[in-house]
């Protein structure tokens, strides 16, 4: 059925509303609102699966906004379709504390996932194709279809300039996403200039090179046109798709096709002109009866599909009772770990990471939805899943997902599988290389999501490699950012702890810095660790007297080597504690009473230990403290050579404390 005036009508209420709330708030973007309302319209009227009574509906198609900069399109779309956001919402548009911020949160119904910086929200959608694929093959059992999303986006050209585009693109390409729906708003015009300044890609081509199909759309304001395009996607069954649809930026603004209305809200005169000539003679924010009636027809199909998918879960549970159980405990983040411990004794050695890919092996045997992959490392990342073939073609039921070279694209998908839901996740590779995937973990954490990064080589005991891939700044760096819980554990038994940790929060991101080298499990974090690194930080050696002369505080490889410290200055009656701080963050979450029990505030002499910048420890150690760090690049070398020369030794670590404090 073709579309007609009031469809027509329809797409211009977004226009209109868009333009209502950026001159009501004196701030936005409307030039991306004015040329891409078509596109937003055809999606949520004719393809998206969606119910706007019940946003988080598991099987609902998800729809990504990559271009978050044209949120007032969005929420314009979202007010229309009846997910409860109110005029008042939009009057309230770019606010402080309102639902409608200036780039797409979590906070609002019906957005599904945070765009800010270009390019993440396609790198996210490709995350959520996949877990949909994943996801499928689990529970969709016969003719019984649980799990069969699509994934939809609206993209700018500043979004396939990003980096991460090629990236996410070509993995999206290689797994074959056929779910995955991409509509490129081709205005030819970017912020500073015209397109043509910075940008002569051929978009058709780049893509195909990829494995996608490749439509186009000639008219950005042609219903139909953008309907067949659509149509034609869903029916692809090898490739994902994306589909170039020009347009024209600020379509019916007297600043048409020109940057300026990219990101500067038109005058009053111009808001006026705009609505003169796109026929919409109302008030601001005013929307007509048969408007409203041609959106209720969303919400209307939303909730028969809804029921539709509950009756589709009602034959699963007939079937296949454990199986629906298990999906509803997934998508409600309550399944169980289970039983994911492991036996060691005091004086075992072994490298972090070692631990955590047996933790790996374990957790998949769990009721808890749990996959994930590495970034080309995972053979020495110790991160996969044995006898696994891999998350591919024919084989989307596989946990391992081999990312390639691709550490930004794999952390965002990481957030795109996350945000989903249903399953746990992680992707990993070397510690410095954290560094490409810096802003998505920001995102992660931004969004309060459950993303797990895993990152091995976490020092300069890495050895020969040298500086280019030894972490120096990256703990400090990823410690500074809000939300976000930085591991380093220092043996098995504090791994454990925290691998337990991660699994179960549900709500943040975690980091896990993890030791190439063997560490040996001390006797204190055998006795301590189960209870006390989910506090952050606890005393692992006491000093053995009520009145200690110091504290050393260190975390990871280091822990154990400020042991042996901590038996060289006994011998010359100097009784110092030992805390283990696996997580600052933790440990400054924690009640004051608690802190000063394991940071006595009395005992003034304190030492830093940690194979990394020493910057943030300044807050532990005080004006009077002393820090054995690194605050400047490692070197290539031997590790025991490379450990010495920067006075990582017990003998070091004792000398300092010496000199420092008796000296």
Aim: hydrophobic letters at 35%.
């Amino acid at each position: 059925m073709s579309f007609d005036e009031m469809d027509t009508k329809a797409v211009n209420a977004i226009r209109a509303l868009s333009i209502d709330m950026i001159e009501h708030a004196e701030s936005g973007h409307p030039g991306m609102p004015l040329d891409a309302a078509p596109m937003a319209y055809v999606t949520y009227k004719k393809h998206l699966r969606i119910d706007p009574k019940h946003p988080n509906w598991p099987n609902r198609d998800r729809f990504v906004l990559s271009a978050g900069h044209s949120s007032s399109m969005l929420y314009a779309m979202l007010y229309l379709a009846g997910y409860g956001i109110t005029v008042d919402d939009l009057k309230n548009f770019r606010r402080l504390d309102s639902l409608t911020p200036g780039h797409p949160e979590l906070i609002t119904p019906g957005v599904d996932a945070a765009t800010g910086p270009l390019g993440q929200g396609l790198g996210m959608a490709v995350g959520m194709a996949m877990a949909s694929k994943h996801l499928g093959t689990k529970y969709n059992v016969d003719d019984i279809k649980i799990l069969n999303s699509r994934v939809y986006v609206i993209a700018s050209d500043g979004d396939l300039m990003e980096g991460i585009s090629h990236e996410s693109a070509s993995l999206a390409g290689h797994l074959k996403l056929n779910n995955l729906i991409v509509m490129y708003d081709s205005n030819d015009v970017t912020l500073d200039a015209q397109a043509s300044k910075t940008l002569g890609d051929d978009a058709g081509e780049r893509f195909k090179a990829y494995g996608w199909n490749y439509l186009r759309v000639e008219d950005g304001n042609n219903l139909d046109e953008i309907d067949n395009a659509l149509k034609l996607a869903e029916a692809e069954q090898e490739r994902p798709t994306i589909i170039e649809v020009k347009t024209v930026l600020g379509y019916g603004s007297p600043h048409a096709g020109e940057n300026t209305v990219h990101g500067n809200p038109l005058t009053a005169g111009e808001c006026r002109q705009t609505m003169h000539d796109l026929g919409w003679d109302y008030e601001p924010f005013e929307v007509p009866d048969e408007v409203h009636q041609r959106y209720a027809e969303i919400l209307q199909e939303g909730q028969q599909r809804y029921v539709s998918w509950q009756n589709e879960l009602h034959k699963l549970k007939k079937v296949n009772e454990e199986l629906a159980q298990n999906f509803e405990v997934n998508f409600s983040n309550q399944a169980a770990t289970g039983d994911i411990s492991l036996q060691y004794n005091a004086g075992d050695t072994e490298a972090v990471r070692m631990t955590v890919h047996k933790l790996i092996q374990k957790s998949a045997h769990t009721p808890l939805n749990f996959w994930g992959g590495s970034a080309d490392l995972s053979s020495s990342n110790k991160t996969y899943f044995e006898n696994d073939d891999g998350f591919e073609p024919g084989q989307y039921q596989n946990k391992n997902v081999f990312y390639g070279v691709r550490e930004f694209a794999q952390a965002a998908a990481v957030n795109g599988i996350t945000l989903f839901g249903g399953s746990r996740t992680f992707g990993s590779t070397f510690f410095v290389f954290s560094d490409y995937m810096k802003n998505a973990i920001r995102m992660a954490a931004l969004q309060r999501i459950p993303a797990i990064f895993a990152f091995s080589h976490d020092s300069i005991a890495l050895g020969q490699d040298g500086p280019t891939h030894q972490p120096v700044e990256q703990l400090d760096g990823l410690r500074a950012m809000p939300g976000l819980t930085v591991f380093r554990p220092a043996d098995a038994i504090e791994t454990q702890s925290v691998w337990d940790y991660a699994l179960n929060k549900n709500h943040g991101p975690v980091v896990i810095a993890m030791s190439r080298q063997a560490l040996p499990v001390l006797e204190g974090s055998l006795k301590y660790a189960k209870e006390c690194v989910k506090r952050g930080g606890y005393i692992v050696s006491p000093s053995g007297v009520s009145n200690s002369d110091g504290i050393i505080i260190a975390t990871g490889s280091e822990v154990s080597i400020s042991i042996e410290a901590q038996t060289k200055l006994k011998r010359q009656n100097i009784n110092v504690e030992v805390v283990s701080m696996p997580s600052t963050e933790l440990f400054l979450q924690q009640p004051k009473s608690y802190r000063d029990k394991v940071l006595d505030p009395t005992v003034r002499n304190r030492m830093s230990v940690e194979m990394g910048s020493t910057q943030s420890w300044y807050r532990f150690t005080g004006l009077d403290g002393v820090n054995i760090g690194l605050d400047h690049f490692g070197a290539s070398g031997p590790v025991d050579e490379i450990i010495q020369r920067f006075g990582f030794s017990s003998e070091n670590i004792a000398q300092t404390y010496l000199q420092h404090f008796r000296g």
